[in-house]
């Protein structure tokens, strides 16, 4: 297999993992006695762990200068995890598997990020089109354990999550060594994690992609419910939400050539500018043919902003850096932004119905003047 394959095979695997997971976790956790209350808890503590763990790894895979390790290692534990929903019943019991598995799961996504983009380095290959195999695996995921709960009730959905953690932490060791040499004066302890925070233009990143990404939090936590409330059936609903994970995909699997012509900054302002329309029109209607349209902009206030956000990282980050700063942009620029966010969507959603996409199309528009920061970082 080539590299590309490699590291694609390792995007789907853990993507049809995270499938399986994100639609039916919160399922799972009922099943295992908890009440509505006790859910949020749980979710919201695994979040707050996951903010914590992943610079922690991060930190980790560039101490040891073993970043692929690190990767197979936490697919693995991911994995293992997993299990102790089939055995844990009760409050107690669920939370500590839960927060275990979300220590399991920080690292993952920075560290594949990290070694895919030092793979580039070596031999270069379209990275978008290499994340498209996890978007992919992750409609594909979701389709497959709908028919697995529907057959086997939802504790059907654990062992699909734990096979594609497995097959993450197998595929990952198949990967050529790409570990980055150990190179002395990047730090030890807390000035290791600052390190990368004192290149100018990872901090401008970090801001852009917690305004731009960020936004996306009211969407996630109400975008079905407001549709329902407007009328919008299930069918419908679902295939909104395909709709935009297909422009994702469209745009990580052919747009290489835009992306190169464009470059991160015009990538960032895209991504800008394209949700201060997409969410300030899908405040104002819920005629179902504009939303298609506005639902096609997700390939550009995800997938833009990703690119952008990868495109930065590989020019700026020094590779003993390239760990600690994926985790700390996955953590500051993306976790962190859409939990707090997601905290002020319920009474914003209260209050406002779908009028609070008007706020999340404010953050868009503040990431503008960001975009312009991050450009002048990135000349200096």
Request: charged letters at 10%; glycine letters at 12%.
């Amino acid at each position: 297999m080539s590299p590309a394959s490699r590291h694609a095979l390792v995007y789907a695997t853990q993507f049809f993992a995270f499938g399986v997971m994100l639609p039916f976790l919160p399922a799972v956790l009922a099943a295992r006695g908890l009440d509505a209350t006790e859910v949020g808890i749980v979710l919201a503590a695994g979040s707050a762990l996951r903010l914590l763990a992943g610079p922690m790894g991060g930190r980790l895979a560039d101490a040891l200068a073993a970043p692929r390790t690190v990767l197979a290692l936490s697919a693995a534990a991911a994995a293992l995890c997993g299990a102790g929903f089939l055995l844990a019943a009760g409050f107690v019991a669920v939370l500590l598997v839960h927060a275990l598995l979300s220590v399991a799961l920080a690292p993952i996504m920075p560290m594949t990020d990290a070694v895919t983009l030092a793979a580039i380095r070596r031999t270069p290959f379209d990275y978008g089109r290499v994340r498209a195999a996890g978007s992919v695996a992750f409609i594909a995921a979701s389709l497959l354990a709908g028919q697995a709960v529907a057959w086997l009730g939802v504790g059907g959905a654990v062992p699909l999550m734990m096979a594609g953690f497995l097959a993450t932490a197998g595929v990952a060791m198949l990967l050529p060594r790409a570990d980055a040499p150990r190179v002395s004066g990047t730090g030890q302890g807390l000035a290791g994690f600052i390190a990368p925070l004192r290149i100018p233009s990872l901090r401008w990143l970090i801001l852009v992609s917690a305004l731009v990404q960020g936004s996306h939090a009211f969407y996630y936590a109400f975008g079905t419910l407001h549709w329902q409330a407007a009328g919008l059936g299930a069918g419908l609903i679902g295939a909104l939400w395909a709709a935009g994970v297909l422009a994702e995909i469209a745009l990580f699997f052919w747009g290489r050539g835009v992306v190169a012509r464009l470059g991160p900054v015009r990538l960032s302002l895209i991504a800008a500018a394209s949700g201060v329309v997409r969410w300030a029109l899908t405040a104002v209607t819920t005629d179902p043919a504009t939303l298609f349209v506005l639902q096609i902009l997700h390939a550009a206030t995800f997938g833009a902003q990703h690119l952008a956000t990868m495109m930065v990282l590989s020019r700026v980050v020094p590779p003993a850096q390239a760990g600690t700063a994926q985790a700390l942009h996955a953590s500051l620029g993306g976790g962190l932004s859409i939990g707090l966010l997601t905290l002020f969507a319920g009474p914003l959603y209260g209050a406002f119905a779908g009028g609070g996409y008007w706020m999340m199309a404010a953050l868009c528009a503040a990431a503008v003047p960001a975009c312009f920061a991050l450009a002048r970082a990135l000349r200096r």
